[in-house]
């Protein structure tokens, strides 16, 4: 039983546009959600976070956005860069300190 | 070093024979998990250390696996007997105050069962 889905596994995008991510969850005990980063042959890195007392998240090019009674969650980036080509995983907790990932989105942004 | 640390960074291994994983956490970093990603899938929860006891081991798969923590540093990660299906990347993350929510992981083990 999948509790936190990306539908896409995997996104293009040219340089400059905006990317969009989306995530999709089940469990209404979740209470935080947290967007992470990998790159091949690392392991994820933290990007940005939001609580579900809040429905938007921003920090520089990334942006953060919640709908609980959608029980959906996107992540924005927005001017791309090839940087950002990685993939991005989803994760969500309730109580305590289990994280709950998606399946991830590989994001390839073109030059 | 600065980092998470894992090591070995790839270990292939025949199958029934038992393997050790080994991570050192950030110092100082109190919490201590243990997560697998397999091929093509998210990651998955293995199990959570504060200091050295385990509030939550729900995420071990089977008996075959057990892991330790000693010292509020070291983890070492077992699995006794491997299957192909272990197979996988096993990742470690470790935060400073026990909130995952900035947890820092290493760049994983890739373990290979042939």
């Known amino acids: 039983d999948q509790q936190v889905k990306q539908n896409s596994p995997s996104l293009s995008v040219q340089e400059g546009r905006i990317s969009i991510l989306n995530c999709d969850y089940t469990n209404s005990m979740f209470d935080y959600f947290l967007w992470y980063k990998k790159y091949p042959a690392e392991g994820p890195t933290f990007l940005i976070s939001?609580?579900?007392?809040?429905d938007k998240n921003e920090d520089g090019r990334f942006t953060v956005f919640l709908n609980k009674s959608a029980k959906h969650l996107s992540l924005h980036i927005v001017p791309s860069q090839p940087g950002d080509s990685a993939v991005y995983f989803c994760?969500?907790?309730?109580?305590?300190?289990?994280?709950?990932f998606g399946g991830g989105t590989r994001v390839l942004v073109k030059p | 070093g600065a980092g998470v640390s894992q090591s070995p960074s790839n270990k292939v291994t025949e199958k029934g024979k038992d393997v050790e994983l080994r991570c050192d956490p950030i110092?100082?970093?109190?919490?201590l998990y243990w997560y697998r990603q397999r091929l093509g899938q998210g990651l998955e929860f293995l199990i959570y250390f504060q200091g050295n006891s385990a509030p939550d081991k729900s995420g071990l798969p089977s008996d075959r696996f057990s892991a330790e923590r000693t010292g509020e540093s070291v983890s070492t990660l077992t699995i006794q007997r491997t299957q192909q299906e272990d197979s996988a990347v096993y990742l470690c993350?470790?935060?400073?105050?026990?909130?995952?929510?900035?947890?820092?992981f290493g760049q994983g083990t890739r373990l290979t069962v042939v």
């Open positions: 939001i609580s579900s007392i809040k």
């Open positions: 110092s100082g970093h109190t919490a």
């Open positions: 993350a470790s935060s400073l105050d026990g909130s995952i929510g900035k947890a820092f």
């Open positions: 994760a969500a907790k309730a109580a305590g300190n289990k994280l709950t």
